[in-house]
């Protein structure tokens, strides 16, 4: 039989983004040698490749089945008894989307919905009016931001109303320049741009406030509300937290040097026991200019050099690219030498109380300073809250954030549980134990000597602190949730293309276009615990009774591919998103899995549930508290092309939007 490692792998259908690629020289042990030194043995005992993956998605449940027990109060479904109760549905690759039969899926607030009735109307800019036509910044400010992402649903009232009626809170990723300003796919040169452009692209970032209901014939609408709100790129805002006075984030600018402005790129998100919302600031590197280029070969890499001791801190975020022609006229994003402050205030997690508009969103540096996916928070027995989250890059690693108290003490102190605890990064070890390394400075080698004055700095520095104490790098860790009914951890891990990765029994592609999702089990079902057992899950790719016999473990009717977004239902469901490259060119979906029902092999049952539509990402996903109504987001639809989704009647471009989803019968999703 003909190795895996001697098959050719296609990658003309791989999305590669330029912030994709590692920027961590560690030399730690990778996530693929890890798993397959642990996997060898049992390899060779249980007789092949898919026997070594049933392994991996069942001996969680094997090794520690007292831990693995429901938590008090929740319902685990009788063995046998499954979660999945929808016909699954076939790959697309149309303009529409699909759900099964039975469910109806309806867009709603795509880009540029007014956020009050009498604000001004989405009108798309025009390719005849050059970059002047269309909306403006100011309206654009009053409106639905571009490119919806991580979202979270908070009930207004009580019982049956809370499902009636709630905030729609929205992450607003990034723009297409070239919708935004011309209704075309081709950006403006970078020298057309004008400062009202700028203003323009900044006003579409962000986050979005919206109070929405059901009406009596069960469609959703914007309610006008004072709680209707944007914050952009240019709201005021502050920092909390360890690293709050650090002079590493203060501009010195007159009017906001010690406080930051905006928020960039947020991608997943969080929400608190105490409702508010967490955004997450994910790509921020990739907004800056200033930075020179030099050649290697024929390559245009980025130079730090004229940066002096700020040069290993922009290289290790890869800032640099000038992503948008922001920073030639408004100069908070061009970098200088000994001028390096402003990149340093984006990358944190910026909470923000949706239910007050006049409050100010503030930036939680106890949680660290990294490419965050998402921050999704764990309420402890004790009420200490934890919260896991991925640093979506290449070979980067996973956290958790612990508090140091009761989360409902802290508050009643005036303190908040995001700026009191202790910030952890994970070394996954052989035997599959685990290891939570806390980023302590004076501890672990994060010392002076080592480029950690204080504890602000060893914050600020995540990445770097995480270097020195070993964690495992990851294949790009991006959404994480926890399973209520079992207490059981997931992160998704999207892919590893890099041409130097080794075939091993865990993760058996060179390279590992398809991605896979591991999950883990606190040492005694204890989230604040500082060890676990940790798992794999899911290998995705092309199924494993495919032609290719690519090491996936699902089979080829449930192929899918970079998984990004993750949700585990209140039942227990566990809702898989993909963003990227999928078998087949189909579009992006989103798929069910069943923890409980395992087939012979020891795999989770999966089904597919939706598919995109072209060109867009799959990602968002909740459901009111009576889990009868659901939203997903689908973002930048068309995606280098013009297609007219959600074909809105005069509206001839793409706009990302949020699908509410229904069962027609008024039933629980996913049943």
């Not at 007789?47 to 089945?65: E, Q, R, V, W, Y």
Request: proline residues 8%.
């Amino acid at each position: 039989m003909t190795e895996l490692a001697d098959r050719p792998v296609d990658l003309s259908d791989l999305n590669l983004d330029p912030d994709d690629f590692s920027s961590n020289p560690s030399t730690a042990p990778c996530f693929q040698e890890v798993a397959a030194s642990r996997m060898s043995r049992r390899t060779v005992l249980r007789g092949g490749m898919l026997a070594a993956a049933g392994f991996m998605t069942t001996s969680l449940f094997a090794d520690t089945p007292a831990a693995y027990a429901a938590p008090k109060g929740k319902a685990v479904p009788p063995k046998g008894a499954g979660l999945l109760g929808f016909t699954a549905i076939a790959p697309s690759k149309m303009d529409e989307v699909v759900v099964p039969p039975g469910y109806t899926a309806v867009p709603f607030i795509p880009w540029g919905t007014p956020l009050q009735p009498n604000g001004p109307a989405f009108v798309p800019g025009s390719p005849d009016a050059g970059v002047t036509g269309g909306n403006t910044a100011a309206d654009q400010e009053q409106q639905v931001g571009m490119h919806h992402d991580g979202m979270h649903y908070f009930p207004i009232g009580s019982g049956r109303n809370a499902s009636l009626r709630g905030l729609l809170v929205v992450n607003h990723e990034y723009t297409d320049e070239g919708l935004l300003h011309t209704a075309t796919p081709a950006e403006p040169a970078p020298g057309a741009y004008t400062l009202e452009m700028v203003r323009k692209s900044q006003a579409a970032h962000g986050v979005s406030v919206v109070e929405v209901r059901e009406d009596q014939h069960g469609s959703w609408k914007v309610v006008p509300s004072k709680s209707n709100r944007r914050i952009t790129a240019n709201t005021p805002m502050t920092f909390s937290g360890p690293a709050a006075d650090s002079p590493l984030l203060d501009t010195g600018a007159p009017a906001n040097g010690s406080n930051p402005v905006g928020t960039i790129n947020n991608c997943s998100h969080g929400y608190t026991p105490w409702g508010t919302y967490l955004a997450c600031e994910e790509n921020f590197n990739g907004y800056f200019g200033g930075v020179p280029t030099k050649k290697i070969g024929d390559e245009d890499v980025l130079d730090y050099t004229s940066f002096g001791d700020d040069a290993e801190l922009l290289d290790r975020y890869g800032v640099g690219g000038n992503r948008y022609s922001w920073s030639p006229t408004d100069k908070r994003f061009a970098l200088a030498p000994g001028d390096v402050e402003e990149v340093n205030r984006f990358g944190w997690v910026v909470e923000i109380d949706p239910f007050t508009a006049s409050s100010t969103p503030v930036k939680r540096t106890a949680l660290g300073r990294i490419k965050h996916e998402g921050a999704f928070v764990h309420v402890t027995k004790g009420g200490r809250v934890v919260v896991y989250m991925g640093d979506d890059q290449r070979n980067d690693y996973a956290y958790k954030f612990v508090s140091s108290g009761n989360w409902k003490s802290l508050r009643a102190r005036g303190l908040s549980p995001l700026d009191e605890g202790t910030l952890y990064v994970a070394r996954f070890n052989n035997d599959g134990s685990g290891t939570w390394l806390p980023l302590i400075h004076g501890e672990g080698g994060l010392t002076p000597e080592a480029g950690f004055a204080d504890q602000a700095e060893v914050l600020v520095k995540t990445r770097l602190a995480a270097d020195v104490l070993e964690a495992t790098p990851m294949d790009r860790p991006e959404w994480t949730t926890v399973d209520q009914t079992t207490g059981m951890v997931y992160l998704t891990l999207t892919n590893n293309t890099s041409s130097s990765k080794e075939i091993n029994a865990a993760n058996p592609r060179k390279p590992n276009p398809w991605g896979h999702i591991i999950r883990w089990q606190e040492t005694g079902n204890d989230h604040t615990a500082t060890s676990f057992r940790w798992d794999l899950f899911l290998l995705a790719g092309q199924g494993r009774d495919s032609e290719t016999n690519d090491g996936s473990t699902i089979l080829a009717e449930d192929a899918f591919g970079s998984p990004d977004g993750l949700w585990a239902d209140p039942d227990g469901r566990v809702w898989i998103q993909t963003d990227g490259s999928q078998p087949g060119k189909v579009n992006d979906q989103m798929l069910a899995a069943d923890p409980r029902t395992l087939d012979s092999n020891g795999v989770p049952e999966v089904r597919r549930f939706l598919t995109g539509v072209r060109g867009a990402e799959v990602t968002g996903v909740i459901t009111t508290p009576d889990q009868r109504t659901m939203f997903v987001n689908l973002q930048h639809p068309g995606d280098g092309g013009l297609n007219t989704w959600p074909q809105e009647k005069g509206v001839l471009v793409p706009r990302s939007s949020t699908v509410v989803i229904v069962k027609n019968d008024g039933g629980v999703i996913g049943t």
